[in-house]
């Protein structure tokens, strides 16, 4: 049997120009010099004190992005930044703590982590995907009948793999998801990136190279091994690779990479698996099937926590707390994280201190009740500088105060959050499913099989949830979160806001008089279809009647008769339970005198009835909008309180419906599938010859959705329209938001293929509208409007979307051939020869910003526009074109060309180093741009570029201007080891110089010159600058920085000097020390500080120098004539501690035990600046 099923990025532009970042306009030579001075390290300054956060919101599925900085490792171009994130979606029962809390993550390298879809594809012997000789369309369409019920015979009983999986890949810098394609036999991301991924088959590890050259490896693995322990049964499962972590990153260049280290470890915790129960619908007999409740026992090991990062600057160390967790067996929590130099000095350390959510008590069927009543709770975390000893800087976390339930416990909505519903009688997942039928009269049928409460609490799944955060100031963020809401009846499992009518027929006597022998009384019924009555075509409603007094074994006689007519009619004593009544007029009608036959003990008669049925809530009353609750939180308010001046207390609320019928904006991501049918075929036979054969079919209900929820950033609603009102002292603002929105499309037919998603085409900005407050109206002030390409094609008008075809294969029919005498197991299930197939695709694509129109309103109500449309190239995904329309119909384009993509030529790059520069995947190095206004080109830039070895070397960039001929702007004459500048000529003639400290990556001095000279500057802080005795270099006593040099029979030979050209040179000596260059004597300048003095002297005609003399000197310049220059010396922790410049001015900078500036000193010693912290209020007397 085959099912055929549907067959149907903005690229942010990285445009790297080696160390000058290319704008979107095209720089000029002084932005080029502003870039090239980019490269040094600015002046210190004070450090800002962060009052309180600003917490970005991510507004379609209404998640704060909420984080603890902790710091940010820089080495080359590449960056890690470390931090805590806390995913602000609500608590579920069955989430495990990680080793930084429950909710936290730890944000500091990357993985590739899966969705297993059939069998692993990496699983070996031609069963996996990768492995797999043929493809799947080759199945399909072109071979045998029998090979192919082979095949899928195979795959149905998990012998053969006909799905891929879908991996996921997280790095600083790059991240989404891909595939392997069997037709190309390679790994495509979804959406497209441009970015390339390989996978070592050898030892199954990935490299991924980024759209810029980096690459990043994958190789560490930890690996997970499940057993499933249900009522009945045991299932063991082979172990699985569940995740790749990032090993290491390499910069295009290789002349720089990023180590991560991780240590090994094995520990295990229970997950909750699934229920299942079985429900025989008909059958000439029965044969009953147990209904299973399941748990999983996950075993994890590898080399996969996290240990240290290396660079050449930075050792990062992530150290484990020294006794074992509460909550999960084996493992740890993150104690400390410690920042050091490489030479091993500590900059900075954040202590991250803990105590344990207790839940509920556990019920007897959860498996480790005592660790499952436990999850690891992140209170603090305390960040101190290089002095452990002092009071650290805290920041502190408040959770909502209601207990979460027992880990595992069955007391969950549809989505895993915690409702408060026992779930223990029985002990199920399942929810209650209530079956809505039309007889052929036109009367309507209810059934209803028990099961579990799994609605949603909005209250409840608030438990646990992060409220506020507190910062070293004192300043506080508070959040306050609601329940997911959706705006219309998306499954009959998510009850909708409801309110409950009664129609009540009452009358009571007192002193023993006599009620009336009947009452009557009329009203209407006019619901309309909803989920609440099975969306019948008349609408109507199901309704409950209870009376008093009852006739029952206490009261036989002395009770009432009681007959409702209408179109429905109902007679009762007692009681009536869930009664589909119709709209209409209805008549209530009692009949008492059976009350009045008995003589009541209380001296008084009395009776009531009551029929109440459940109703639509007034904002619902159409029956489709609304707001229904469902799975997960979102943010609702943020209040930033500073703890000095909080009466500036900054507040943002969200609101995510419709303010005109209150109906919520919200939709679901897809629709939850809890049951199938299943078929089973039975053949009974005698021991004397002969048997039967029977039918028998199953209601199976499942506890998890069988079609898995889709979620957008771990949000299942999606929010379409948001607004956001912010509210201060400074002024009230409302922005309102619109997005795109694509829903998953389900097939809710077994097998259950997983979902069609192309989820790149959903959250992206179509409107923004910001509004001034005036008086008390909002009146819009700009507003964006962006459209996007979902379907682009190439340049050769080719689509670009290939989806990958995967085949789902089950069976749903099963037989049975067993003895008459022999008692029924599950054991004895065969299933039939040919299973059920579904064919499914994984979607691909690309899709850009197309265009975006702003207008702005001033308060005239004049209107401003400007129109911006976007061209991308085909390979790399590159921004090739931008057009900008202006008010008055002024066309400004910029055009950019790069190695794969753009229509300007790139003829004046060498072939050479062009296609090497693919091969690379440098896709996004720029090599030529133009800017033009309406038809005449203003500006056109061309960067040339050669290979020294590895390393791509700029070599100059050239401009025109107005058409004309290429004139040079930049040359980079010199390059060191690891890619660094080292001589530029600028396009006014003049030279600059950089000195970069070995094996730091930092950059010691700069000079411009006239001449193209070299320059030479040391604080003696690193080894093998100069020509000189290493073990001269002394840390006894220095001038600046932590080293000095003994000239006492060790001196220091300066090389590659300029003998054309004339030399200032600059060196402090100590009190007591002489010093000789080639001899002859320095001056003295008459400056000094400290017991140092500044001795300096010129140099001419010299290519090369010998200084020599006695005693400890420090800080040696030689700087050619009419040069700007400066020089730096760096601590440890690699702030600059002094600078100097051509004239050997030096300023000293000094810092406290956090790293935080304090002190600006000039060479004497004078305080020009002083900075007092406080992070609280002053005190006021």
């Known amino acids: 049997m085959l099912v055929h099923k549907h067959l149907s990025k903005l690229c942010v532009l990285h445009i790297f120009l080696f160390f000058v970042c290319l704008e979107t306009q095209a720089q000029t030579n002084a932005n080029y010099i502003k870039s090239l001075n980019s490269l040094l390290p600015v002046s210190p300054n004070a450090n800002s004190i962060m009052k309180y956060g600003d917490v970005p919101v991510t507004l379609s599925n209404g998640l704060p992005g909420i984080s603890v900085p902790i710091y940010t490792v820089e080495e080359n171009g590449m960056q890690v930044p470390i931090s805590l994130s806390y995913h602000a979606g609500g608590i579920k029962v069955d989430e495990p703590a990680s080793w930084t809390g429950l909710g936290w993550s730890l944000s500091a390298g990357g993985a590739i982590t899966r969705e297993v879809r059939g069998l692993p594809d990496d699983n070996e012997a031609e069963i996996g995907f990768f492995s797999f000789v043929q493809t799947n369309d080759y199945y399909l369409n072109h071979a045998t009948s029998k090979v192919r019920d082979s095949v899928f015979k195979e795959a149905s009983q998990g012998r053969l793999d006909l799905e891929p999986d879908i991996f996921y890949f997280n790095a600083p810098g790059i991240g989404g998801k891909f595939a392997f394609d069997q037709e190309t036999r390679t790994f495509t991301s979804l959406p497209q990136q441009p970015v390339k991924i390989s996978r070592d088959a050898t030892f199954n590890t990935w490299k991924i190279l980024a759209p810029d050259g980096t690459s990043y490896y994958f190789e560490n693995k930890e690996t997970t091994t499940s057993t499933t322990k249900c009522d009945v049964e045991v299932n063991n499962f082979n172990s699985v690779i569940s995740a790749w972590y990032l090993s290491k990153i390499v910069n295009a260049n290789q002349t720089d990479s990023i180590m991560f280290d991780y240590s090994y470890v094995a520990y295990d915790y229970y997950s909750a698996g699934s229920s299942t129960t079985y429900t025989v619908l008909t059958g000439d007999r029965t044969l009953d099937r147990p209904n299973l409740n399941c748990f999983s026992h996950n075993y994890f090991s590898g080399y996969s926590r996290l240990s240290g990062i290396r660079t050449r600057k930075y050792i990062i160390e992530f150290i484990k707390a020294g006794i074992g967790r509460e909550d999960i067996k084996d493992d740890y929590a993150l104690n400390r994280i410690n920042v050091k130099s490489v030479t091993g000095q500590l900059i900075k350390s954040y202590t991250l201190n803990y105590d344990y959510y207790n839940s509920l008590t556990c019920s007897s069927q959860v498996p480790d009740p005592a660790r499952n009543q436990k999850r690891l709770r992140l209170l603090s975390v305390d960040e101190r500088g290089k002095n452990d000893a002092e009071s650290p800087l805290s920041y502190k976390f408040t959770y909502d105060s209601q207990t979460l339930p027992c880990r595992l416990s069955y007391s969950q909505d549809l989505w895993g959050y915690p409702n408060g519903a026992s779930n223990t009688n029985p002990n199920t997942l399942v929810p209650k499913e209530t079956f809505i039928g039309t007889r052929p009269d036109g009367s309507v049928v209810t059934m209803t099989i028990p099961g579990a409460d799994r609605s949603p609490s909005e209250d409840k799944m608030k438990s646990g949830i992060l409220t506020k955060i507190e910062y070293p100031t004192g300043g506080t963020t508070s959040f306050e979160f609601e329940a997911n809401k959706i705006g219309y009846a998306a499954s009959k499992y998510i009850p909708p806001k409801i309110k409950y009518k009664s129609q009540i027929l009452s009358d009571i006597r007192y002193n023993n008089e006599y009620l009336d022998y009947s009452y009557e009384m009329q009203f209407v019924i006019n619901e309309p279809p909803s989920s609440l009555n099975g969306y019948t075509l008349t609408g109507g409603v199901f309704a409950s009647a209870i009376v008093e007094p009852m006739c029952d074994a206490a009261n036989p006689t002395a009770c009432g008769d009681y007959i409702l007519m209408g179109p429905k009619t109902v007679t009762f004593t007692n009681t009536f339970d869930n009664v589909y009544l119709p ?561 050997a001015l030096i300023y000293f900078y000094e810092y406290d035990s956090m790293g935080r500036l304090k002190v600006i000193r000039d060479q004497e010693g004078n305080i020009l600046k002083q900075v007092d912290y406080q992070y609280q209020a002053p005190l006021t007397k």
């Open 583 to 1143: 709209n209409g007029t209805y008549t209530l009608r009692a009949m008492v005198s059976r009350i009045n036959d008995t003589e009541p003990e209380s001296g008084f008669r009395y009776f009531s009835c009551s029929v109440t049925y459940p109703v639509l809530d007034s904002s619902q009353s159409n029956g489709f909008l609304g707001n229904y609750v469902a799975g997960g939180l979102r943010i609702k308010r943020i209040i930033n309180s500073d703890s000095v001046k909080p009466q500036t207390n900054n507040i943002r609320e969200f609101r995510y419906h419709n303010p005109v019928n209150d109906s919520s904006y919200g939709r679901l991501l897809n629709i939850p599938v809890f049951n199938h049918y299943e078929t089973v075929d039975v053949t009974e036979t005698l021991p004397q010859g002969g048997g039967w054969a029977f039918k028998v079919n199953y209601l199976v209900r499942a506890g998890n959705s069988m079609v898995p929820f889709v979620t957008t950033q771990g949000g299942y609603v999606f929010y379409p329209k948001v607004t956001e009102y912010i509210l201060g002292t400074a002024g009230n603002q409302r922005t309102d938001y619109q997005f795109s929105f694509v829903p998953a499309e389900i097939d809710e037919n077994y097998p259950f293929t997983p979902s069609y998603d192309p989820d790149w085409q959903r959250g992206n900005n179509e409107m923004t509208t910001v509004y001034r407050l005036q008086d008390t109206i909002y009146s819009p002030q700009q507003v964006t409007a962006t459209n996007f390409n979902y379907y682009p094609v190439s340049s050769s008008n080719q689509p670009f979307y290939k989806d990958l075809l995967a085949i789902l294969t089950g069976n749903k029919n099963f037989y049975v051939i067993k003895d008459a005498n022999d008692e029924f197991n599950t054991g004895m299930l065969e299933p039939e020869l040919v299973p059920i197939v579904s064919q499914y695709m994984v979607p691909t694509g690309r899709f850009y910003k197309q265009s975006d129109t702003t207008m702005t309103i001033d308060p005239m109500v004049n209107k401003l526009t400007l129109v911006n449309s976007y061209k991308y190239g085909d390979t790399g995904q590159q921004l090739i074109e931008q057009k900008s329309t202006d008010s008055k119909g002024q066309v400004r384009t910029t055009k950019y060309s790069y190695p794969t993509d753009g229509e300007l030529s790139t003829s004046h790059i060498s072939s050479t180093v062009q296609n090497k520069m693919i091969s690379e995947n440098r896709l996004t190095t720029p090599l030529v741009s133009s800017i033009s206004v309406n038809t005449a080109e203003l500006k056109k830039e061309l960067l040339f570029y050669n290979y020294q070895g590895k390393i791509l070397a700029l070599d100059s960039l050239q401009s025109s201007f107005y058409s004309a001929v290429p004139a040079l702007d930049m040359a980079i004459l010199q390059y060191d080891t690891y890619g660094n500048p080292i001589t530029i000529k600028q396009r006014d003639g003049l030279f600059r110089k950089y000195i970069w400290a070995k094996d730091r990556g930092i950059v010691q001095a700069s000079c411009i010159s006239p001449v193209n000279a070299n320059v030479v500057f040391t604080s003696f802080e690193y080894p093998g600058e100069l020509s000189w005795n290493e073990a001269s270099r002394t840390s006894s006593k220095s001038f600046t920085g932590k080293m000095a040099y003994q000239l006492s029979g060790a001196s220091i030979s300066i090389t590659g000097l300029d003998a054309a050209s004339r030399y200032f040179i600059y060196i402090w000596i100590e009190n007591g020390a002489s010093c000789t260059v080639d001899g002859v004597s320095l001056n003295y300048s008459g400056r000094s500080f400290n017991g140092w003095r500044l001795m300096s002297g010129t140099l001419t005609s010299k290519s090369q120098c010998v200084i020599s003399g006695s005693g400890l000197v420090d800080h040696l310049t030689i700087v050619p004539e009419k040069s700007v220059f400066e020089g730096n010396v760096y601590d440890d922790a690699y702030h600059i501690t002094s600078k100097t410049d051509n004239r």
